[in-house]
């Protein structure tokens, strides 16, 4: 049943995409801003302290809403495919991946750079006012080859593991990693639990997105890019995705990058050429590629455990 709450979850993503009005984490993105408020105001001089307090506002944001779904799936046993389909669509962001990422790679072909740098700029966090053409083809192809990690892979895995209560965890997690997981200002220490935890709760479904596609690329590239270059990446969990899946679609990703007003030079990921236009699409199509193979493979388990 698990499978057929997978495979709806994705046609409903594939089929409505992210929700126009309204979205789960979107909402819950607006009570992550009030609750850091309250706890700002409060955060003395120990940086211990502000783990801790970071540690506990964690916990307030994240622990009431995977109970209350562990809640209704223990007491909706006759719902429960469809609750889980629901949160399974919820969770993952194929559609709303590729919506983001197509129009950067019409942009481009139109050559309208500044409209491109402004769709780009909406899925990466570095600043893209000055970035030229081969930075927005490399930026676009970044953020698509993680994101189908974060977005896409890791919260089906703990769909696999957990069930629904799984998603509802990694996506509060993950989100919360994205709002505070900055070390700069009070993040530094705030955010760290919450930087931890996601680096925790992705180690394992990177390293398997990062080897789904050295399988549907050029592996010998992609496992050589995996070994040799992911020790240099900052991101214990984005290094290892991006470094294979580069090396997959054999491009060349990195190089000189803008955060907060400060330039910083990425190492080098992948190996072969300078990503061109038309690799933001590979990028893609290898994410979704690795989606076939994900489910297939979940449906594969699902037959083994009921025959």
């Keep these: 049943m698990f499978v057929l709450s997978l495979l709806l979850g994705v046609l409903f993503d594939w089929l409505l995409g992210e929700p126009k009005k309204f979205h789960p984490l979107v909402g819950f993105g607006h009570w992550v801003k009030r609750v850091e408020r309250f706890f700002v105001k409060k955060l003395p001089d120990s940086s211990t302290k502000h783990i801790l307090l970071g540690g506990m506002a964690w916990a307030m944001l994240v622990i009431p809403p995977v ?5 209704l799936v223990w007491y909706m046993p006759q719902q429960q495919w469809l609750l889980d389909a629901v949160v399974v669509y919820f969770g993952i962001a194929y559609r709303s991946l590729a919506d983001h990422v197509k129009p950067i790679y019409s942009q481009l072909c139109r050559g309208n750079l500044a409209k491109a740098r402004d769709l780009v700029a909406r899925i990466v966090s570095r600043d893209m006012d000055n970035a030229d053409e081969q930075g927005v083809r490399n ?3 970044e953020s698509c080859l993680e994101n189908g990690s974060d977005a896409i892979f890791a919260p089906i895995f703990w769909f696999l593991c957990l069930g629904a209560p799984g998603v509802v965890l990694y996506r509060l997690a993950n989100t919360l990693d994205a709002m505070w997981g900055y070390k700069h200002g009070h993040y530094l220490y705030f955010g760290r639990v919450a930087a931890r935890i996601d680096d925790v709760l992705n180690y394992v479904p990177a390293r398997l997105t990062a080897m789904s596609y050295a399988l549907l690329g050029s592996t010998y590239n992609a496992l050589r890019c995996w070994r040799t270059q992911t020790k240099r990446c900052a991101s214990p969990n984005a290094g290892p995705v991006m470094c294979s899946g580069a090396g997959a679609l ?3 990703l990195g190089g000189r990058v803008c955060y907060h007003g400060k330039e910083y030079d990425k190492p080098v990921m992948g190996a072969g050429r300078q990503a061109e236009d038309n690799d933001i699409l590979r990028a893609l ?5 690795t989606l076939i193979l994900w489910l297939f493979s979940a449906a594969l388990i699902g ?4 025959f």
């Design 285 to 289: 199509s290898l994410v979704w590629h």
């Design 303 to 306: 037959w083994t455990y009921v």
């Design 67 to 71: 109970t209350l779904v562990s809640c």
């Design 250 to 252: 054999n491009v060349i």
């Design 139 to 141: 930026a676009a192809i």
